[in-house]
Every structure is written in structure tokens, then in C-alpha cells.
């Protein structure tokens, strides 16, 4: 019996609607953290990080890592603005 290897580069990738499901979710974690980073406890912001990452690397491995890297380039440059002051 011949199994596929479900990590090998030849099997084809996600479907459209997979990778927008995940790339919404990226975007919406993103917006969370931007939102309520200030009101969030040291742990709800890592539990917020540790789902975006895991998200990430979902968007990454179903062929939507290009447009994930855009959204997580954003959160690197995100309204930080009021933490200056």
C-alpha cells in the first residue's frame, strides 16, 4: 500500500478556501492584539502570541505564507504609537 507523505513538497497544496480561512484567522488574531494589548495581562499577550505563531505557521504551510508575512510585517509596524508617549 503506497501512503502519501503528507510532508513531502509533491503533494499539492490547500485549497483556496483552506488558505483564506487561515490568512482571516491571521488577521484576526492580529487585530486583537492590536486592540487589546493594552488592556490584556503579560499572559493573555502570549497566549494572543503563541496563536498568531501558530497560525502563522499554518498560513505557511498551506501555501498563504507570502500574504502571512505581509500581515505579521504590519503587526511589526502596528499601532505602537501610544506606547512612545
Same mark, same amino acid.
Not at 503579560?42 to 498563504?64: F, H, K
Given at each position: 500500500?503506497?501512503?502519501?507523505? !503528507? @510532508?513531502? =513538497?509533491?503533494?499539492? %497544496?490547500?485549497?483556496?478556501?483552506? *488558505?483564506? @480561512?487561515?490568512? =482571516? %484567522?491571521?488577521?484576526?488574531?492580529? *487585530?486583537? *492584539?492590536?486592540? @487589546?494589548?493594552?488592556?490584556?495581562? !503579560?499572559? #493573555?499577550?502570549?497566549?494572543?502570541?503563541?496563536?498568531?505563531?501558530?497560525?502563522?505557521?499554518?498560513?505557511?504551510?498551506?501555501?498563504? #505564507? *507570502?500574504?502571512? %508575512?505581509?500581515?505579521?510585517?504590519?503587526?511589526?509596524?502596528? !499601532?505602537?504609537?501610544?506606547?512612545? %508617549?
Amino acid at each position: 500500500m503506497n501512503v502519501p507523505d !503528507p @510532508f513531502s =513538497s509533491d503533494q499539492p %497544496r490547500a485549497g483556496a478556501d483552506l *488558505r483564506a @480561512f487561515y490568512v =482571516s %484567522r491571521l488577521e484576526r488574531l492580529i *487585530r486583537l *492584539r492590536n486592540n @487589546f494589548e493594552d488592556q490584556l495581562n !503579560p499572559l #493573555g499577550v502570549e497566549l494572543l502570541d503563541r496563536s498568531i505563531y501558530a497560525t502563522l505557521r499554518d498560513c505557511i504551510d498551506n501555501g498563504a #505564507g *507570502r500574504r502571512a %508575512r505581509t500581515l505579521m510585517n504590519a503587526l511589526a509596524r502596528g !499601532p505602537r504609537s501610544s506606547k512612545a %508617549r
